[in-house]
C-alpha cells in the first residue's frame, strides 16, 4: 500500500511539477486542543493538467529529484474558471 495525501494545489509555477498543500489535525499534548498543522509536498504532474485550487491526491513513488518523491494519483475536485 502506497502512502497517499489528499491536498490543496497551491503553486503550478514549475514544469510539470506542482505543490500540493496538505492539512491535518493534530491534538496538543498539554493543551489538548486541536491544531491544524499542513505540510507541503512537491508532485509530479506528468501532463500538466493541475491548477490552482485544485483538490488532488498525490501517492507516494520513487524519488524522481531531490524534492520531489510524489505523483499525482487523480484530481479529485477541479475549480472553474481557473487559468494556468
Do not use: W
Not at 19 to 42: C, F, G, Q
Request: hydrophobic residues 40%; charged residues 25%.
Amino acid at each position: 500500500m502506497r502512502q497517499n495525501f489528499v491536498g490543496m494545489v497551491i503553486s503550478n509555477a514549475m514544469q510539470k511539477s506542482v505543490r500540493v498543500k496538505v492539512t491535518s489535525h493534530k491534538v496538543h499534548p498539554v493543551v489538548l486542543k486541536t491544531m491544524k498543522t499542513h505540510k507541503n509536498y512537491i508532485a509530479h504532474d506528468e501532463n500538466q493538467v493541475c491548477k490552482l485550487g485544485d483538490i488532488v491526491r498525490i501517492e507516494a513513488c520513487r524519488p524522481l529529484s531531490k524534492h520531489k518523491h510524489f505523483a499525482v494519483a487523480e484530481i479529485i475536485r477541479s475549480v472553474k474558471g481557473a487559468v494556468a
